[in-house]
């Protein structure tokens, strides 16, 4: 009876919850901190900066002479389009 100090269920009740609800944020936190080093610094994958990196690429290659005139208009096409 006074061994509990007066918690009761309640107290027990509100242990549970709190030590599940500090687990998944535990676990949350490793997930996001993996995902956010897997994906690095930079911007994400496959979006704008991308394909303007790709273009900026494909146009030093051709200034370079490494690609002709038509390679580099097709491959500026699948690029853009």
């Given at each position: 009876m006074w061994g509990d100090?007066?918690?009761g269920w309640g107290w027990g009740y509100f242990g549970v919850v709190h030590m599940v609800l500090w687990w998944v944020l535990i676990i949350l936190g490793i997930v996001v901190l993996v995902k956010w080093l897997a994906v690095g610094f930079g911007p994400s994958r496959g979006g704008p900066a991308t394909e303007s990196r790709a273009l900026?690429?494909?146009?030093e290659r051709y200034a370079?002479?490494?690609i002709g005139k038509e390679e580099f208009e097709q491959k500026k096409r699948d690029l853009q389009g």
């Open positions: 100090y007066g918690m900026e690429v494909l146009k370079r002479g490494e």
